[in-house]
């Protein structure tokens, strides 16, 4: 079963920035669809960002376009979201996901949980404003 552990969670100010890490173990990573979602208290768990399986494409939601950016490294089986310019809106409990490239048929499928079967505890993301 793959497991990811997600980290670099924390309290930053309004304006700042973090970079939170997923890694992932698996022996064949390069072949994971990857995606970032979050969840806030009250709310339900929604789409942040997802990378395609080789890393050719990322997908972003409107709210964080701009200012997230997903990569990944396949030597290190690990994904990071680097969060600039950070809101108190971004507050949440962050949560990496990984499946098969073969769960993914379109690019929609990044942007839907159902598409992921793996998924970290998650880490908490503060936003002081």
């Known amino acids: 079963q793959v497991q990811l552990i997600e980290s670099g969670g924390g309290l930053v100010q309004a304006g700042g920035s973090l970079t939170l890490s997923c890694a992932v173990s698996?022996?064949?990573?390069?072949?994971?669809?990857l995606g970032w979602f979050r969840q806030a208290p009250g709310k339900e768990r929604e789409f942040v960002a997802a990378i395609a399986w080789r890393g050719g494409s990322t997908y972003y939601a409107d709210s964080v376009k701009g200012r997230f950016t997903i990569s990944r490294d396949n030597a290190e089986n690990t994904m990071y979201l680097q969060m600039n310019s950070l809101k108190h809106e971004d507050t949440a409990v962050y949560y990496c996901a990984a499946d098969l490239a073969g769960r993914f048929d379109d690019s929609s499928s990044y942007y839907d949980p159902r598409s992921y079967r793996s998924w970290g505890q998650g880490t908490q993301v503060t936003v002081s404003s």
């Open positions: 698996t022996r064949t990573f390069s072949s994971y669809g």
